[in-house]
């Protein structure tokens, strides 16, 4: 029962990033639903043009509701930003979220694996490849572009 419900919060991200696809410049459109106690605190999909990233508004609507909460989020959270701000990653343990569902990990081959290890490094479950199938289809033109720290 509990994954099926992990599967309809996954389902909610991939619909969100799904509205952006194509507008968010060189970085993919990503999904991402904050739950507490089976109530969505927070949601967000990548802004057009990129910034900010879905995670970043997600966190922000959440407000203290994310601590503890459950992370659903169609793309691996970034892990280092090029602007020196706090990554994804960052964010969401500083959030004091309790759990990462990710989809997808990053294709980037410098940001790949990055936000996960930022996020068990702080003690956070992370549960990688739920509706990963689905979630693939939003990145099948995602070419990130490794020249910089997580281009996204």
């Known amino acids: 029962m509990e994954r099926q419900k992990d599967k309809a919060w996954m389902r909610r991200a991939i619909e969100l ?14 999904g ?6 089976g109530v969505v605190v927070g949601e967000a999909a990548t802004a057009p043009g990129g910034r900010p990233h879905a995670e970043e508004q997600a966190i922000d609507q959440a407000g203290a509701a994310a601590k503890d909460a459950s ?4 793309l691996e959270p970034c892990g280092e930003r090029t602007g020196g701000s706090p990554s994804c990653g960052e964010r969401l343990a500083l ?4 759990r990462v569902f990710a989809a997808c990990a990053d294709p980037s081959s410098f940001a790949a ?9 702080a003690g956070i479950a992370v549960d990688f490849g739920l509706q990963r199938e689905e979630a693939e289809l939003l990145y099948l033109d995602y070419r990130p ?4 720290p997580a281009g996204r």
Do not use: F, Q, W
């Open 17 to 30: 990033a799904g509205r952006n696809v194509g507008l968010t410049g060189d970085n993919p459109s990503v």
């Open 32 to 37: 991402c639903v904050i739950v507490k106690r």
């Open 71 to 74: 992370v659903y989020v169609t």
């Open 95 to 98: 959030a004091g979220v309790s």
């Open 113 to 121: 694996g990055r936000g996960v290890e930022r996020l068990r490094a």
């Open 145 to 148: 572009h490794d020249r910089s």
